[in-house]
């Protein structure tokens, strides 16, 4: 079966700090990996992805996520964080049917000035 | 990137009314679409996948008599809501896979906030 996790409901960061937003999945065979943000009242932006090769995947807006095989995650990532970045961001595994996304319970990331 | 728009962006009828909602892809033909529904701080559910030309495959548990999905052309998929009534008030969201060269990736409408009294 295919799934994602969003362990944090929350994650809060002051500006100018690197930020982390957790993702972990479970899927049969290799995965595809997507990160999305969502602004309030909107659809969802794609990020990045990681499809195959490097494990660091670069996207939008200075965002970075790390495939890491061994852990099952995918974490978001950016160095140094700012107010704008505040949204609802989330984690989805294409699954093994190639239609369907599986999509994590989102986090919302709060970065304060 | 790939465009997708949805309209109307929002929309409050009556219980009872039929709603339409339409859902574009801009600058690329997509043979799917899909069609997600998000309740107020929760993740997107999908109801259903739509095909053009073809009859829509709706998730288990959701209405198709109720949620009727056409998808008459390469760039357009419409989402009727039928005799809709006040537990059908939601934020419905539309996607379609990537174009030639990006088909992994979905790409989603701005979505449509439905309000029925």
């Known amino acids: 079966a295919q799934s994602v996790a969003q362990p944090e409901d929350q994650v809060n960061v002051a500006e100018g700090n690197p930020l982390t937003v957790k993702c972990t999945y479970s899927v049969s065979g290799n995965p595809y990996l997507f990160w999305y943000v969502q602004y309030p009242n909107r659809g969802l932006q794609f990020l990045l992805k990681?499809?195959?090769?490097?494990?660091l995947v670069k996207g939008s807006y200075g965002f970075e996520a790390e495939f890491n095989k061994s852990q099952t995650s995918f974490h978001l990532k950016k160095p140094s964080a700012l107010v704008s970045d505040s949204a609802l961001y989330f984690c989805a595994v294409r699954g093994y049917n190639f239609n369907k996304f599986y999509f994590g319970s989102g986090t919302k990331l709060n970065v304060k000035p | 990137g790939a465009v997708v728009s949805q309209h109307p962006s929002r929309v409050i009828c009556k219980s009872g009314t039929s709603v339409k909602i339409e859902c574009r892809s801009l600058?690329?033909?997509?043979?799917?679409m899909f069609w997600y529904r998000q309740f107020p701080k929760q993740s997107l559910m999908l109801m259903a996948t739509?095909?053009?030309?073809?009859?829509?495959?709706?998730e288990q548990g959701v209405e198709k008599d109720k949620f009727l999905i056409n998808h008459a052309s390469l760039t357009l998929s419409t989402l009727t809501v039928t005799s809709a009534h006040p537990e059908d008030s939601s934020f419905y969201i539309c996607s379609a896979r990537g174009p030639s060269g990006g088909q992994e990736t979905q790409y989603f409408g701005p979505g449509t906030r439905l309000l029925v009294l």
């Open positions: 600058d690329f033909q997509a043979t799917t």
């Open positions: 739509s095909n053009e030309g073809s009859k829509a495959t709706y």
């Open positions: 990681y499809i195959t090769g490097d494990n």
